[in-house]
Nanobody, 124 residues
Framework: QVQLVESGGGLVQAGGSLRLSCAASGRTFSTYAMGWFRQGPGKEREFVAAISWSGGRTYYADSVKGRFTISRDNAKNTVYLQMNSLKPEDTAVYYC?????????????????WGQGTQVTVSS
């Protein structure tokens, strides 16, 4: 069982930056791939970024490529999402998720554990 807790959300102006963190419980964090997803008002949950268990591979949605960076610190059981050049359309609840498969995926169904989410609001 893995428990995930996101933090770092908030209100920011367009063009600003935020860094989200996701702290995981459990000794097996380093074996899981991790992903970030988001769900805007009236929208389905969508893939944002993923990182393999080792951190050696990262994946991004086209909408955030070049602006967002996913990283992890296995010693701290934490995954991060650095978000730069934020846009109003980035407004959403952001969720982190853990995938036992270890490789990372854009597919929501590949993930086994989910956090509660953290709100990110970008004002224009």
């Amino acid at each position: 069982q893995v428990q995930l807790v996101e933090s770092g959300g908030g209100l920011v102006q367009a063009g600003g930056s935020l860094r989200l963190s996701c702290a995981a419980s459990g000794r097996t964090f380093s074996t899981y791939a991790m992903g970030w997803f988001r769900q805007g008002p009236g929208k389905e949950r969508e893939f944002v970024a993923a990182i393999s268990w080792s951190g050696g591979r990262t994946y991004y949605a086209d909408s955030v490529k070049g602006r967002f960076t996913i990283s992890r610190d296995n010693a701290k059981n934490t995954v991060y999402l650095q978000m730069n050049s934020l846009k109003p359309e980035d407004t959403a609840v952001y969720y982190c998720a853990a995938d036992q498969g270890g490789h990372g995926s854009w597919y929501v169904g590949a993930y086994d554990y989910w956090g509660q989410g953290t709100q990110v609001t970008v004002s224009s």
